[in-house]
């Protein structure tokens, strides 16, 4: 099946700095990757998403990238704020269905 | 925006017994939900994707007798855990998409069961 792989698992960042995080997925048909994150003992809210016409797509401390032929994409979060602490999660539409699959996670920590 | 509403959002029950977690579009209407299961520090992973008015396709794994979905309308969809275990302790998701077509997937803020 489709597989999305997503890295580092945890992250520490000073308050202030920038967080990066990569996801590559295998199913080139893949249109829509959307990132999410999730705070302890809630479900996920989507921050930003990208479809595969564009290459990037920013919403003022958050950014997207996208390659498709590379098939990678990144988040990036800047100026870090102890409140981004929390686990992101990418995401790649499948092919068929509408049905999202998960990278494994990604824990940011923000330290003051 | 869209909103997606999972009742209840925690449940303890004795083993053996059966749960029903509900799943409600309150906005908008949704042809297709999805259900997730996430084990702590885990990811998301697909259960079964529920249409309106449809069987739903349960994913690889995944015991459909025992794990019961039902899409009745374009608002609302259940899952019910039948004879649940202590294994079956897990955060359940759902995700519901738009009737309008787009790809943008609006999710519930889970329901934590725990069998005992």
């Known amino acids: 099946g489709e597989n999305v792989e997503q890295h580092p698992s945890t992250l520490s960042v000073q308050e202030g700095d920038s967080a990066v995080i990569k996801c590559t997925y295998s199913?080139?048909?893949?249109?829509?990757f959307p990132w999410y994150k999730q705070e302890l003992g809630k479900g996920p809210q989507l921050i930003i998403d990208i479809r595969s016409n564009v290459g990037e797509k920013k919403d003022q401390r958050i950014a997207v990238t996208l390659n498709k032929t590379a098939k990678h994409f990144s988040l990036h979060i800047t100026e870090t704020q102890p409140e981004d602490s929390a686990v992101y999660f990418c995401?790649?539409?499948?092919?068929?269905?509408?049905?999202?699959?998960f990278g494994k996670g990604t824990s940011l920590l923000v330290t003051p | 925006g869209a909103v997606v509403s999972q009742h209840p959002s925690w449940v303890i029950c004795k083993s053996g017994t059966s749960v029903k977690i509900e799943c409600r579009s309150l906005?908008?209407?949704?042809?297709?939900m999805f259900w997730y299961r996430q084990f702590p520090k885990q990811s998301l992973m697909l259960m079964a994707t529920?249409?309106?008015?449809?069987?739903?396709?349960?994913e690889q794994g995944v015991e459909k007798d025992k794990f019961l979905i039902n899409h009745a309308s374009l608002t609302l969809s259940t899952l019910t855990v039948t004879s649940a275990h202590p294994e079956d302790s897990s955060f359940y998701i759902c995700s519901a998409r738009a009737a309008s077509g787009a790809n943008v997937l609006t999710f519930g803020a889970g329901s934590r069961l725990t069998v005992l």
């Open positions: 529920s249409n309106e008015g449809s069987k739903a396709t349960y």
């Open positions: 995401a790649a539409l499948r092919n068929s269905g509408y049905a999202l699959n």
């Open positions: 199913d080139s048909a893949s249109n829509y």
């Open positions: 906005d908008f209407q949704a042809t297709t």
